[in-house]
């Protein structure tokens, strides 16, 4: 029997989710997308429920256990932790470690449009945003890239690429720890079976970028690519640092401290910061006190966005909503354990589409629908992490009105008329090939997943 039933019935118990997804379109549409935005949607949700339900005392109990269970905890803990430290990667000087290894290569065509994807990947996988990747590297690979002979679409999708590929697999990112923790999977086991389907994708599309990565016009005047400094490479140590410590299985919230303060020591012995850039007392009231705290605000949106969709999907699992779903799901779709693994997929797809933000898009499916489905049909808590957050890294990368796609749209754009260089096609964005190559890659695992298992039980037989 429910702890909780609403005024409507099923309707009723589903209205406060479908406003919240209602008001996160509609802020996505209209280009208004964003956590803080957010955090009125589900507000409104919440209070809706509450005058739905029959139960109100029962209602806030369930919304308070959804914001204080061990996967909200672990989120909220392991986004501060990642915060501070993409703020560490990028004030170290990665950029700039990346930008003298390019220089030192001197590749030109379609090799630099391979060097940018791999400058976009390393970039991406050490700080952990897809946002920042992009910000950061366009304005500087871009114009020396089309200049060089770059097809400057090809060049434009292998930076987003980049940051489609470190969104996906950085142990820092946050799709990375939603999916994780949603599941209850181990960072450890998630990287490591994670890395096989992500290079996989990625070969495929470094293929792509060495077959049509060249537009045969490149300049005869001279080029000068930004030279950087070797000393940013350091940072890469820090990277380093958290994948060991996470590997050897040492608890996830160690690795990302322990990451912290390496990023924290190598900035400092290359110079890149002071001690007062770390921490220190600001002139004003309300200012900020340095890279620590400004990486902690950068994820205080999420943080408090992520409690309180995880109350709301609380509430839908003390309803019995859930299970009522997955039965109708288990009597018309979902027979086997590759047909559970295809609906994880098309449901994390279908839950991104529409969202401007795909860590969001995991709350909303990972702990009720996905977590469910996972523990029926037998599919470990990795696997069921690692479909999750692949497929949340493909057609989100692809449509305009996702806000990772639509600033690289805006810089990739604002950086071609400030360079006097040819933009890409206004369609760049639907040929990115890591996407459609991870797309590819989950099929294929889950194909090879239903024949392993239909050879296991005609062995059994």
Request: hydrophobic fraction near 55%; aromatic fraction near 6%; include cysteine.
């Amino acid at each position: 029997m429910p702890s909780l039933t609403f005024r409507g019935g099923t309707l009723g118990a589903l209205t406060p989710l479908i406003l919240l997804v209602v008001g996160l379109v509609y802020l996505s549409v209209f280009e208004r997308a964003g956590t803080k935005p957010f955090w009125a949607c589900a507000w409104m949700a919440m209070g809706v429920g509450l005058f739905l339900c029959r139960q109100r005392t029962a209602y806030c109990d369930s919304l308070l256990k959804g914001m204080g269970n061990s996967t909200a905890t672990a989120i909220i803990a392991l986004w501060l932790l990642a915060g501070v430290f993409g703020k560490l990667m990028a004030a170290g000087g990665l950029i700039d470690g990346l930008m003298w290894l390019g220089a030192a290569v001197g590749a030109e065509g379609a090799a630099f449009t391979l060097l940018a994807f791999a400058m976009a990947m390393v970039f991406a996988l050490g700080t952990g945003t897809s946002t920042g990747t992009v910000i950061g590297l366009s304005p500087v690979l871009y114009p020396a890239g089309v200049l060089l002979g770059a097809d400057p679409s090809m060049l434009a999708v292998a930076i987003l690429s980049g940051a489609a590929f470190g969104d996906n697999l950085s142990p820092v990112s946050d799709t990375t720890i939603v999916s994780s923790f949603t599941q209850g999977a181990e960072i450890a086991d998630v990287i490591r079976t994670r890395l096989p389907l992500a290079l996989s994708a990625a070969g495929i599309s470094m293929v792509i970028f060495m077959l049509f990565g060249a537009s045969g016009e490149a300049s005869t005047a001279a080029v000068e690519v930004p030279s950087g400094h070797a000393s940013g490479l350091v940072m890469l140590i820090p990277l380093a640092a958290v994948v060991v410590f996470a590997m050897k299985r040492r608890h996830i919230v160690e690795a990302m401290f322990i990451g912290n303060l390496v990023a924290m020591l190598c900035a400092l012995a290359i110079g890149a910061i002071g001690l007062g850039d770390l921490f220190s007392l600001p002139e004003a009231r309300g200012e900020s006190t340095g890279l620590i705290e400004n990486g902690i605000a950068s994820v205080t949106g999420a943080v408090l966005f992520a409690l309180m969709v995880l109350a709301l999907t609380q509430v839908i699992l003390d309803s019995g909503l859930m299970e009522k779903l997955l039965e109708g799901a288990k009597k018309r779709l979902v027979k086997d354990r590759a047909s559970a693994e295809t609906s994880i997929v098309a449901v994390t797809i279908a839950a991104s589409t529409p969202l401007s933000a795909n860590a969001p898009a995991l709350l909303l499916v990972g702990p009720g629908l996905v977590k469910s489905l996972a523990e029926q049909f037998g599919i470990s808590p990795a696997r069921a992490a690692n479909l999750m957050d692949c497929a949340v890294c493909t057609v989100f990368f692809l449509l305009p009105w996702h806000i990772v796609v639509a600033v690289w749209q805006e810089v990739i754009a604002s950086t071609a008329v400030q360079n006097e260089v040819a933009a890409p096609s206004a369609f760049a964005s639907f040929l990115t090939p890591y996407p459609w190559a991870m797309l590819v890659v989950l099929a294929i695992s889950i194909l090879l997943r239903r024949r392993k298992q239909n050879a296991a039980e005609v062995a059994a037989v």
